[in-house]
């Protein structure tokens, strides 16, 4: 799961957060409502964007949303900065996803124990192996999303008691669509022949989606990345063209250059970008859950039908 040096995704981390944040009322602004600020709204931070969008499709505007890593933020690698810490320290709720995704949270957790719960959204849920090593992306199968989104409405009733009732409400409602949601995916996948379910990504993040549908998701080999594992790479290629596999996509820019080579020597087009870890940006094609969901999935029936 390393991806070994990346950009710097620090400069677009918290902007990008604060985003999907509802503003804080500012201070001694005279129409702000006097309840507002005898009541300032609990801070949660959601170490990343899917995980900052399963709380604000439950909690709006009841509570000030911090997401450490916002859109196009990659979350396995990232070196916190001073302000990530205060933030923690205040947090009436921290929400991350656990299965070994993010060391530097855990770094910083210790550092600065928040005076809040902590909630790893994805406890309890049966994680998917991958050389002997936990497969963190749980949450691009919906039915994960329901029990990260099941534990989030339980942490924020329980953060935010006066508020609980509308919390599970929302709760309530964001699990019917995400129900939905798998449903739509699970006849999206029907119309596709079984022996053409199968698709290739430049990262491994598609075990546990690939896993709920009933497709096989092959990835480029981790060693790649640091440009070694030319033999892997070969036997990728071989399995693309002998399986006629049609169905390769980057995960995003980091590796659209490694799936490009791949693509090229099967002599396969690349089909475009899913998103495995990151909202895009608001005015993108995921910049949602539901919507990153609805993408991948119209992207890879296109892709495995034609
Ligand atoms: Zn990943």
């Known amino acids: 799961m390393n991806r070994g040096s990346r950009r710097g995704v620090l400069a677009q981390g918290l902007g990008a957060g604060l985003a999907l944040a509802a503003a804080p009322p500012a201070q001694g602004q005279p129409q702000a409502p006097p309840q507002a600020q005898a009541q300032p709204r609990p801070l949660v931070v959601a170490a990343f964007s899917i995980l900052g969008d ?19 933020a990659d979350p396995h690698e990232v070196s916190p900065r001073p302000s990530d810490a205060v933030a923690l320290r205040q947090a009436a709720l921290v929400v991350r996803n656990g299965l070994g995704l993010e060391p530097w949270l855990d770094r910083l957790l210790r550092a600065a124990p928040p005076r809040g719960r902590v909630l790893t959204a994805s406890d309890g849920w049966p994680a998917l192996i991958a050389n002997g090593v936990a497969d963190p992306h749980a949450w691009l199968d919906p039915a994960a999303a329901r029990h990260y989104v099941r534990g989030i409405g339980a942490a924020l009733a329980a953060a935010l008691p006066a508020q609980a009732a509308p919390l599970q409400a929302a709760t309530a409602a964001y699990l019917t669509r995400l129900e939905a949601l798998e449903a739509w995916v699970l006849a999206q996948v029907a119309g596709v022949a079984p022996e053409r379910r199968v698709f290739v990504t430049g990262h491994p993040g598609f075990a546990y989606f690939a896993a709920r549908f009933g497709l096989r998701a092959l990835a ?15 036997a990728l290629v071989n399995q693309v063209r002998g399986g006629q ?18 693509a090229a020597e099967a002599g396969v087009p ?27 999935t119209g992207l890879l029936v296109a892709a495995m039908a034609g």
């Open 54 to 72: 399963f709380v604000a499709q439950v909690a709006g505007p009841a509570v000030t949303l911090r997401v450490l890593l916002g859109p196009e």
């Open 220 to 234: 480029t080999p981790p060693q790649a990345w640091g440009g070694q594992g030319a033999g892997q790479l070969a």
């Open 245 to 262: 596999v049609r169905a390769l996509f980057s995960t995003g820019p980091e590796d659209a250059t490694l799936m490009g080579r791949v």
């Open 270 to 296: 690349l089909r475009g970008r899913l998103y495995a870890e990151t909202l895009s940006a608001p005015d993108g094609p995921a910049a949602t859950y539901e919507a990153l969901v609805r993408h991948n």
